[in-house]
């Protein structure tokens, strides 16, 4: 926590405000607003999961429409098709940032449509705090008149061409669940152009109730709405999430210096120069010919032993058990990335101690 949170909780109890309704919700939204820039509404959210949702049926994202995703993600990015009743269409990554790959993107658009079904919605990912491609991608977006539902869950304070991540899409959304950059233990937020989207996401989000004196609904209403009590610790994060990229950058530089002389581990930076990331986490990858046998479960296991905590990267959906009848665009660029990598311990309170103990480890294993 940065310091002021437990403040801005007080305040909510003094007031009485223990709803989803309130003070610190409202300042929460106008700092979202003003941090993100370039005219942006922002309404906040229990989940970024939510915000996806939402985000998709104000697309106009229906029972049997297709929509197409990222498959190297977080699984929260494409169940919400499914709860729409509605088909992913899964996308290969590219090499320079790990994101939806433009190539497969446009075959895959014009495949669709040949076959009848255009499209309703891209979702695109900014992985691991690195901005996708993003400007290619609104190219082709246009190119096709598809819109796009931007997932910067992990991406908050990332940056392309010194636009904030988040102010790209159609649509936006951001996570503070508790592992995120910044945090209200769960919450999300989802970013409009509008602020007739944004008063629409907060109807639908409040159990969509008709403005009449009693209560009566011509819409499926849904209970998404941040409660004051979170919106409180977000106000106390928003102070200190300048300093959280600081922290996370250097954690970056950390692990390039460990790995620095470790020639079978690659520490991943992006090398399109356009983007700026918040290096949310730092993500490795391990050449698995290595001639010592060290594949990226093996270092988990060694970290593991040590009581470290580091992760595999997400598998990507298009090989997911749920997923896998879905169609699919691309090669085995985000299959092979899944093989390899591996995501450090990069959380913003990673000690010097930390530190020390994660380098003895890593040195250890590859016996330099
Ligand atoms: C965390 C995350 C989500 C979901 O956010 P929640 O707030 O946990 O619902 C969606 N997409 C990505 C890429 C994420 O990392």
């Known amino acids: ?3 002021n949170e437990m403040n801005y909780i ?3 109890f003094d007031t009485n405000w223990i709803a989803p309704v309130g003070e610190n919700i409202n300042v929460f939204e106008q700092e979202l607003e003003t941090y993100l820039g370039n005219k942006k509404y922002v309404a906040a959210l229990n989940s970024g999961t939510a915000a996806i949702h939402l985000g998709l049926i104000l697309l106009g994202v229906r029972a049997g429409d297709e929509v197409i995703c990222q498959s190297m993600t977080f699984a929260a990015s494409a169940n919400p098709i499914l709860y729409l009743g509605a088909k992913p ?11 939806i790959c433009p190539i497969a993107l446009e075959e895959a658009i014009t495949d669709r ?11 695109v990912v900014h992985l691991y705090g690195v901005p996708c491609q993003i400007e290619l991608i609104r190219a082709i977006a246009d190119k096709y008149d598809i819109p796009i539902l931007e997932d910067s869950a992990e991406a908050l304070g990332s940056k392309y061409n010194d636009r904030p ?3 790209f899409g159609d649509i936006a959304i951001f996570s503070f669940n508790g592992s995120k950059i910044i945090t209200t233990s769960g919450g999300g937020a989802i970013v409009t152009k509008t602020k007739q989207f944004k008063e629409k996401a907060i109807f639908l989000a409040t159990q969509a109730k008709d403005n009449r004196p009693y209560y009566q609904h011509s819409e499926v209403g849904y209970n998404y709405r941040m409660s004051n009590i979170s919106a409180a610790i977000g106000r106390g994060q928003m102070e200190v999430l300048d300093s959280r990229i600081k922290l996370r950058r250097k954690i970056n530089v950390f692990y390039k210096d460990l790995f620095k002389d470790i020639p079978d581990v690659t520490v991943f930076e992006s090398t399109d120069k356009a983007g700026f990331s918040n290096c949310w986490l730092t993500t490795i990858l391990i ?3 290595n001639n010592k046998g060290i594949t990226n479960e093996v270092l988990r296991l060694a970290l593991e032993s040590e009581n470290i ?7 990507p959906m298009h090989l997911q058990p749920l997923f896998i009848n879905y169609p699919y665009y691309g090669g085995n660029v985000s299959e ?3 093989k390899k990598g591996l995501c450090m311990p990069s959380g913003s309170n990673l000690t010097d101690v930390d530190r020390e103990r994660i380098s003895k480890t890593v040195k250890s294993v590859f016996e330099i």
Do not use: H, Y
């Not at 269409?89 to 994101?99: A, L, P, R």
């Not at 449509?113 to 979702?123: E, L, Q």
């Not at 905590?309 to 598998?315: A, D, G, I, P, T």
């Open 1 to 3: 926590m940065g310091g």
């Open 10 to 12: 007080q305040e909510a």
């Open 89 to 99: 269409v899964f996308i290969d990554s590219e090499t320079k940032t790990w994101n």
């Open 113 to 123: 449509i040949t076959k009848g079904k255009k499209p309703k919605a891209i979702i």
């Open 165 to 167: 991540c988040g102010t």
């Open 287 to 289: 050449n698995s010919n």
């Open 309 to 315: 905590e580091s992760r595999l990267l997400w598998k």
């Open 336 to 338: 092979n990335l899944f």
